[in-house]
């Protein structure tokens, strides 16, 4: 399933620029305590579950979502060694940040540019030192202030570059978090060298990595909210104001990421509630589940994208294209406007499909075309793929 999964993304990404956002989620099965075993500890020490660590492929310049590059997959079974800092980067946990995208990039062989984008978790040196190569870019938000070159530390040496720009950005919602807001931010770039801190477990790391720093600071914010304030390092170069706001814009597309984590929870694939029993298993599951969440949220995005550029055949084979295309009879309604009005053959024109078979109308007044009517959907489409193709072997023609 995974080879599969591989395979599709090696020829959706061909000639692409594609931004390989990266992140960890856990799966929290304490509510089932009782009926699990084999699970790690997860965050907050105590609750038993597991950890998951997918790389997402998005296209840079449209936000297509191409599918997943990698998964990582952990249950956390030992306490951290007590000369945890001194451990080479291979023996750590935080190894997931470099080994996602190194093990990502055969799969983007055929891509013409990656950038690899990461939250403050991902801002690690050896991994500024390693990942980078003539295809392969960084965009990370900085978690550390670190030291410079030529004296000073990072964070208070950004925040003393001159003002460059001023420009607003609607800021979504963030249940529990925020409320949306158009957000006034005051805009700061430069390069700089970052230098390899004392802990670094790397001795062939280089004493210094130049990177570009933009520093997005917001200006005014509501009362008793916090101030929006993003420093992020990238290989990338930034010499002027655009090239900072492209940068901006693809670590904005980080949402992408969460939005799969949703999905593979409450909003769609319910993992957190199975009832597998054997840690191992639920590793498994948790794999299945990934690929299936990113597939539902493919779908989803393909409904609301305005462009319909993106091939079918970035979710399904070409088996699963013919059952497609065999029953759009069967999906069409007898009015007008529950046609499916999309070019046979593209993302949207499935997703339309899909839609219909988790139990849309087909009427655009009808909203629910969400990740649970996606999921049905889908869980009902394999069934058929695999009825079609059992009618096949009974009756060869
Ligand atoms: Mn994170």
């Known amino acids: 399933m995974v080879a599969r999964v591989r ?11 594609v931004l390989a956002i990266q992140d960890t989620s856990e799966i929290n099965y304490e509510s089932k305590r009782g009926r699990k075993r084999g699970l790690g500890t997860v965050g907050n020490g105590s609750d038993v579950g597991l950890f998951i660590h997918p790389v997402l492929a998005i296209d840079a310049e449209t936000g297509d979502c191409l599918g997943l590059a990698d998964v990582q997959v952990w249950r956390r079974l030992k306490k951290k060694a007590a000369n945890y800092r001194q451990q080479p980067i291979e023996e750590k946990e935080s190894y997931r940040w470099l080994k996602g995208p190194e093990r990502a990039k055969w799969g983007f062989a055929k ?9 403050r978790e991902g801002d ?7 990942l980078p190569d003539r295809r392969t870019h960084l965009l990370t938000r900085a978690c550390r202030d670190r030291a410079i070159t030529g004296g000073g530390t990072l964070f208070a040496t950004m925040a003393a570059l001159p003002e460059r720009h001023r420009f607003t950005l609607a800021l979504p919602t963030r249940p529990g978090r925020r409320q949306a807001r158009q957000a006034l931010l005051s805009l700061r770039f430069a390069k700089l060298c970052i230098s390899r801190p004392r802990p670094c477990s790397d001795p062939n790391a280089p004493a210094q990595i130049e990177l570009s720093a933009v520093d997005v600071r917001e200006l005014n914010p509501p009362a008793g909210e916090e101030p929006v304030h993003w420093r992020l390092l990238t290989t990338h170069d930034v010499e002027n104001i655009e090239q900072a706001l492209t940068v901006i814009g693809w670590y904005r597309q980080r949402w992408h990421v969460e939005q ?36 539902t949220m493919q779908l989803v995005l393909a409904r609301a994208s305005s462009s319909h550029s993106q091939p079918a055949s970035h979710v399904f084979d070409d088996r699963e294209l013919q059952v497609l295309a065999a029953l759009q009879a069967r999906l069409r309604g007898r009015t007008v406007k529950q046609q499916n009005p999309y070019p046979p053959g593209s993302l949207a024109w499935a997703a339309w499909s899909i839609a219909r078979l988790g139990g849309w109308t087909g009427y655009g007044s009808d909203k629910s075309t969400g990740p649970i009517t996606m999921r049905d959907g889908l869980e009902r489409f394999r069934a058929i793929v695999q009825g079609y193709f059992l009618n096949e072997d009974l009756c060869p023609s």
């Open 7 to 17: 395979q599709r993304l090696a020829e959706a990404v061909a000639g692409r620029h």
């Open 111 to 119: 891509a013409a540019m990656v950038t690899v984008i990461d939250d």
């Open 124 to 130: 690690i040196y050896e991994k500024w030192a390693r």
């Open 260 to 295: 799969l984590f949703r999905t593979v929870k409450r909003q769609g694939l319910d993992l957190e509630e199975s009832v597998f029993a054997d840690g191992e298993a639920l590793e498994k599951l948790a794999v299945v589940a990934l690929i299936a969440a990113c597939q």
